[in-house]
């Protein structure tokens, strides 16, 4: 089973194909046409009529060629070019021989003269005639053989840009969905080790809030696309259900504060963004101290960006000694990387008034979500 449907035929598609053959014989009649004119020979009519004809069944004889040469486009490109090149010999002999006849033998008095009828006569004049009209021919054909596998190599190439590409895009949707993923059970482990302790408590109230809320967050996170977008309304509806879970957990101690200008409500960030950013917080700026600790979460616009601060004024911020407070934010950086490049950053690192703050900046955008 392949990853991805086959990007159509290899090779030169018969479209392409047909316009480079008649290309090539319109440049033919109309440079032997030409020539004829300039070196005036009698009954013009006439020859072009034949000329006509010759290119035609010259038309044909190129197709058929295009025809068997098409067999070999799974073949290396070593064999396509000898085949090319060889196969264009007889092909080159077929035309030498219409002209041939097209011209010395349908009617042959019609362009007969004493010089051309003492030629005629000559030994194996038709075969000769024959032969070195083929020569040029092949190198006409060799020509057109060379064009084809140009064109080709080009439409190899392009398909197999296009099937990386889709590998691209498909590699990226896999680590986004990979990074989405990973938010998910740390933040589940967190709850659940919160919900064993107040069961253990008998804080039967209290637990069952948190159920309640939790199943809620889980129904409102997980119902959509890993690698959709979402509203910042919608995301920070999130944020309030796992905070109104952690509240449980430290009902005298949390605070929250929210401030979200309207314009920016309707702006499309990538789902969960804000969480492990939330669940720092709590871990590291609530959680280590027994006094009231605000988190605050704020938007603000400026151009085309997006700035999302998510701060609190906990004693205690996360130093270089606690590994574990990079490995959330590392992820959110990886998100943003992967969604927006360049333009999705993260900035963090305590705060001069004391606490801990963390800027995410990206793109606004209003579409796709």
């Not at 007969?112 to 005639?129: F, G």
């Not at 590409?165 to 482990?189: D, G, I």
């Not at 314009?263 to 720092?280: D, M, R, T, W």
């Not at 605050?296 to 999302?308: P, Q, V």
Request: aromatic share 10%.
């Amino acid at each position: 089973m392949t990853l991805f449907p086959d990007d159509g035929d290899r090779g030169v598609s018969p479209a392409i194909a047909l316009y480079s053959i008649l290309g090539f014989w319109l440049f033919y009649t109309v440079l032997v046409s030409l020539r004829a004119a300039v070196v005036g020979f009698d009954s013009q009519m006439e020859m072009a009529a034949r000329r006509m004809v010759v290119a035609v069944i010259g038309i044909i004889i190129t197709w058929i060629l295009y025809l068997v040469l098409r067999r070999f486009d799974q073949r290396p490109l070593a064999l396509r070019v000898v085949a090319a090149f060889s196969l264009a010999a007889p092909f080159a002999l077929a035309m030498a021989a219409t002209n041939y006849y097209m011209f010395n033998v349908y009617d042959p008095t019609m362009f007969a003269d004493a010089e051309m009828q003492k030629k005629a006569a000559e030994e194996h004049y038709a075969l000769i005639s024959i032969v070195e009209d083929a020569i040029s021919r092949f190198f006409f054909l060799s020509a057109w053989a060379g064009l084809y596998l140009a064109l080709s190599y080009a439409s190899e190439a392009r398909r197999v840009e296009r099937r990386a590409a889709r590998l691209e895009q498909a590699a990226q949707q896999a680590e986004l969905r990979s990074l989405r993923y990973q938010v998910n059970p740390h933040f589940l482990f967190n709850t659940l080790n919160s919900l064993s302790s107040l069961v253990m408590k008998d804080r039967r109230d209290e637990a069952e809030q948190m159920i309640m809320s939790l199943s809620n967050f889980y129904r409102t996170s997980l119902t959509g696309d890993p690698l959709d977008d979402v509203p910042l309304a919608e995301e920070v509806h999130l944020q309030k259900l796992y905070l109104d879970i952690e509240a449980v957990r430290f009902p005298d101690r949390l605070k929250t504060a929210i401030d979200i200008p309207p314009a920016l409500l309707n702006a499309c960030v990538p789902g969960l963004i804000l969480q492990p950013v939330v669940e720092n917080a709590i871990k590291y700026g609530v959680s280590r101290t027994a006094q009231p600790v605000e988190i605050r979460i704020t938007a603000r616009e400026d151009g085309d960006l997006m700035h999302i601060n998510v701060t609190d004024d906990g004693p205690n911020p996360p130093g270089q000694g606690d590994g574990g407070s990079g490995i959330g934010l590392a992820n959110v950086r990886d998100r943003l990387t992967a969604r927006f490049g360049d333009r999705g950053r993260i900035v963090y690192g305590p705060r001069e008034a004391g606490g801990f703050a963390v800027l995410l900046t990206l793109p606004i955008l209003r579409k796709g979500c």
